[in-house]
Structure formats: C-alpha cells, structure tokens
Nanobody, 125 residues
Framework: VQLQASGGGLVQAGASLRLSCAAS????????MGWFRQAPGKEREFVAF????????NYADSVKGRFTISRDNAVNMVYLQMNGLKPEDTAVYFC???????????????????WGQGTLVTVSS
C-alpha cells in the first residue's frame, strides 16, 4: 500500500488542522492505520491509531481529547482532526499502515510496515 499525507501548515496556537492520508495500491480496509509525528531533534512518537473498521481508536496521552482519528474505507482515506493545537505539537506527521490482526503493538512504529512521506505542522505561540 502507498500512502500520501497532506494537510499540514503553519497555524497559531489554539487553531485546528485536519490531516489527510490517501492510500492506494491494495485493500485499504485490511490495514490498521496510525499517525506518528517527529519533532526536530526528537524521536518519532505515536499519536493515534485506528483499527480496520474504525471501531477501535487509541491516542497518545498528549493529544487525547484534542485529536481525533477517523477513516473512510470507501475512499481509502484516514484523517487526523487536530483541535486546540499547541506549539509542542509542531512536528512532521506521518501516516502508517500495518497488516496483520495479531501480535502487534499499536503505539510502536515497528508494528507498521508502510509509511507516507510526512506533512509538516508548525504551531506558533
């Protein structure tokens, strides 16, 4: 599966953005999806997870209550709605896809075999 993330930009603190990730090349609904981010000088970190049908989601504590992950299997898209953005949310955001229904840990990057190119989100104070 190929992934293309978009929707990043420069916003002020408190603003909202919606990131999109378009998937192509395989059966999208068979993949669990995640969003990760990497700030300058820091390691890539987990942001949000959604399962195949969209019934199960999980979030990093730092974004819980502000970010919402969703997917539309009919159009092969996954989204990350980001509200109440903070300067510490500044990072390159990556969408990722993982196959297999067992033996994975949703917040580990190693559980995802496919990655998009990333989209930059910059939040000014």
């Amino acid at each position: 599966v190929q992934l293309q993330a978009s929707g990043g930009g420069l916003v002020q603190a408190g603003a909202s953005l919606r990131l999109s990730c378009a998937a192509s090349g395989s059966t999208f609904s068979s993949y669990r999806m995640g969003w990760f981010r990497q700030a300058p000088g820091k390691e890539r970190e987990f942001v949000a997870f959604i399962d195949w049908g969209g019934d199960n989601t999980n979030y990093a504590d730092s974004v819980k209550g502000r970010f919402t992950i969703s997917r539309d299997n009919a159009v092969n898209m996954v989204y990350l709605q980001m509200n109440g953005l903070k300067p510490e949310d500044t990072a390159v955001y990556f969408c990722a896809a993982g196959g297999g229904r067992y033996g994975y840990t949703y917040y580990l990057a190693t559980s995802y075999g496919y990655w998009g190119q990333g989209t930059l989100v910059t939040v000014s104070s």
